[in-house]
T-cell receptor, first 110, second 117 residues
Framework: DAKTTQPNSMESNEEEPVHLPCNHS???????IHWYRQLPSQGPEYVIH???SNVNNRMASLAIAEDRKSSTLILHRATLRDAAVYYC???????????FGSGTKLNVKP | DVKVTQSSRYLVKRTGEKVFLECVQD?????MFWYRQDPGLGLRLIYF???????EKGDIPEGYSVSREKKERFSLILESASTNQTSMYLC????????????????FGNGTRLTVT
């Protein structure tokens, strides 16, 4: 199965860090791990991606397990605007196949 | 900024009608995709295209066809709409990165919510 598995939902308090897990046990050596998020009434938007090393950008951090069978998206300080569905997806190296799972709905409490 | 525009935000069609969903991107991207999104099922790939007149089936192509006559435009066609095709349809595009390892994210439109009655 080319898809990833994530918890259906998670809850966080505002201003606290959030760790969103993802399993991708069948990932191949050349597949990238991408994270997207979808706000209500919008299409998904890119958050971050990585291959083997941990990655940081202005939106989030991505921690990739050494065996690459799992990864974790880290939001360092959740805000109410971070409430969304987060998708962890496998991307084949030539970037023409993106395999979405059903995502994790993140609820952020004030 | 990349813009992916879907022609309709909401669409209501009758069973048996032929339906066209249009998508246009303005960044000269090689790859274009059609997904459908249903509650509890996430996004499922219907078709994608990596060049003009080229197409490949995704996970759920049955009941759909696509057309890509120009690089910027990718159309999804429901030959004979059925009620089980009521869904949110999302179009996306991406470029082929110049180097292996460089990023090439998907850029999505805001979706077309299709209801088939």
């Amino acid at each position: 199965d080319a898809k990833t598995t994530q918890p259906n939902s998670m809850e966080s308090n505002e201003e606290e860090p959030v760790h969103l897990p993802c399993n991708h046990s069948t990932i191949s050596g050349t597949d990238y791990i991408h994270w997207y998020r979808q706000l209500p009434s919008q299409g998904p938007e890119y958050v971050i991606h990585g291959l083997t090393s941990n990655v940081n950008n202005r939106m989030a951090s991505l921690a990739i397990a050494e065996d690459r069978k799992s990864s974790t998206l880290i939001l360092h300080r959740a805000t109410l605007r971070d409430a969304a569905v987060y998708y962890c997806i496998r991307v084949e190296y030539n970037f023409n196949k993106f395999y979405f799972g059903s995502g994790t709905k993140l609820n952020v409490k004030p | 900024d990349v813009k992916v525009t879907q022609s309709s935000r909401y669409l209501v069609k009758r069973t048996g009608e032929k339906v066209f969903l249009e998508c246009v991107q303005d960044m000269d991207h090689e790859n274009m995709f059609w997904y459908r999104q249903d509650p509890g099922l996430g996004l499922r790939l219907i078709y994608f295209s990596y060049d003009v007149k080229m197409k490949e089936k995704g996970d759920i192509p049955e009941g759909y066809s696509v057309s890509r006559e120009k690089k910027e435009r990718f159309s999804l066609i429901l030959e004979s709409a059925s009620t089980n095709q009521t869904s949110m349809y999302l179009c996306a595009s991406s470029s082929i990165p110049p180097l292996i390892g460089r990023n090439s994210p998907l850029h999505f439109g805001n979706g077309t919510r299709l209801t088939v009655t």
